[in-house]
């Protein structure tokens, strides 16, 4: 299964990143092979509309799990529209992240976790 | 006349300047244009007798034919409109009002619908004080929109004071645009004069004459007089720092209600702007 960890860095052994729409990387891993690639997030300093953009990159991406930190409104929306499934929670490496949603130890979230514009803060 | 009271930066006593002004000098009409923060009605205590909303036109998608409209999408680089799955998502909070996807979709998929960005009151404050002020909604985006809206209810046939929203962008821009005169309100600190920087630069742009009112002085920093010299930018007066005036300010009261010699100081300052105009 391939799954999307937001990202503080391009690794495995990254922090994961707890924000979804300005995260610094989406990293896209194969849960059963754990290959991944890392793709940085251009919407990361969007003057507004960030989690709108970072969730149409991610629906872009072939994936059917989101694993971050926490989801604003918008971004909520355009996931929920687009069939992904979000986990919200994740902390620790993003290999840990990995691990923590495989151990079905991450809450599926909805709807929005956090308001607007968390991730600025 | 229409004299608009702006100032670069926050807190330097925009609207207690303004306030007191029109206290001094009503009949007038006043214009809250600080619709972030709309709070000259803690200065001029009023009721308001109208209460109206400020609209914008924004995108409502209705499922046509199974259209979507890609080009509209692509278009807004605000993302208010988005196409995914075969669906469209619009974020009205994010939408400008540009018109740009009605012009690029047909039709039958997108119609304008409104959506409230903030609200106008209008209402009568004591002394003859005519009260218009905006509010913007929280969340919404549209600073500049409820501007225009108090504006579009500005009186022809009496004197204008404008309250403006702080800085030198957009917002500011807005409200200072149009009037005959700006009084640009600083302090003494380095803040201030960076930011009195700026606010030339607008006033400059807009072709606008103004002068500059230097509240909380008396301190040492001597730098805002000198550069507003240098600048040929006339200092029309200077609201000394007392603890009488903060305490006062403090509780709401403009400079008339704390000292009444204010009054003929503030009238002789609006007798120098008018000179100017």
């Not at chain 1, 690794?11 to 990387?25: I, N």
Request: with cysteine.
């Amino acid at each position: 299964m391939k799954i999307v960890v937001t990202s503080t860095g391009p690794e495995l052994s990254s922090a994961a990143d707890p924000r979804f729409g300005r995260c610094a990387y989406f990293i896209v891993v194969d849960t059963d092979s754990m290959d991944f690639t890392a793709h940085s997030n251009a919407s990361g300093s969007a003057m507004g509309g960030a989690g709108i953009q970072a969730g149409q990159f991610v629906s872009s991406l072939g994936v059917s799990v989101v694993v971050t930190g926490a989801v604003g409104p918008n971004a909520a929306r355009v996931l929920s529209a687009s069939g992904l499934k979000v986990y919200t929670g994740a902390s620790g490496t993003v290999q840990q992240a990995v691990d923590a949603f495989k151990g079905g130890k991450l809450n599926a979230s909805a709807s929005a976790t956090v308001g607007a514009h968390n991730g600025m803060r | 006349m229409i004299v608009a009271v702006a100032g670069g930066k926050g807190g330097v006593g925009k609207t207690l300047i303004s306030t007191s002004l029109a206290r001094a000098v009503a009949p007038v009409q006043f214009l809250d244009c600080d619709v972030e923060e709309p709070n000259a009605q803690i200065f001029l205590k009023f009721t308001p007798r109208r209460s109206e909303r400020v609209e914008i036109e924004v995108p409502a998608y209705r499922k046509w034919k199974g259209e979507v409209c890609e080009a509209g999408a692509e278009f807004c680089r605000y993302q208010a409109l988005i196409v995914i799955n075969d669906d469209m998502l619009i974020f009205p909070q994010l939408c400008t009002s540009c018109g740009g996807c009605f012009i690029l979709c047909p039709a039958q998929a997108l119609t304008p619908v409104p959506h409230t960005v903030g609200t106008v009151r209008s209402g009568v404050s004591t002394g003859g004080i005519n009260m218009v002020t905006g509010e913007l909604k929280i969340g919404e985006q549209s600073t500049t929109e409820v501007i225009k809206s108090v504006k579009s209810r500005m009186e022809s046939d009496r004197d204008v004071l404008i309250d403006c929203p702080p800085g030198n962008s957009r917002p500011a821009l807005e409200a200072m645009r149009g009037s005959d005169f700006c009084l640009l309100i600083t302090e003494p600190t380095p803040f201030g004069l960076e930011d009195l920087k700026g606010n030339k630069e607008l006033v400059d742009l807009l072709g606008l004459p103004a002068g500059v009112v230097i509240n909380r002085s008396g301190g040492p920093y001597q730098e805002v007089s000198r550069w507003a010299l240098e600048q040929g930018l006339p200092v029309l007066a200077e609201i000394p720092w007392t603890a009488e005036t903060a305490r006062g300010a403090a509780r709401g009261r403009t400079l008339p209600e704390i000292d009444p010699a204010w009054n003929g100081r503030l009238r002789e300052l609006w007798g120098d702007i008018e000179k100017r105009t």
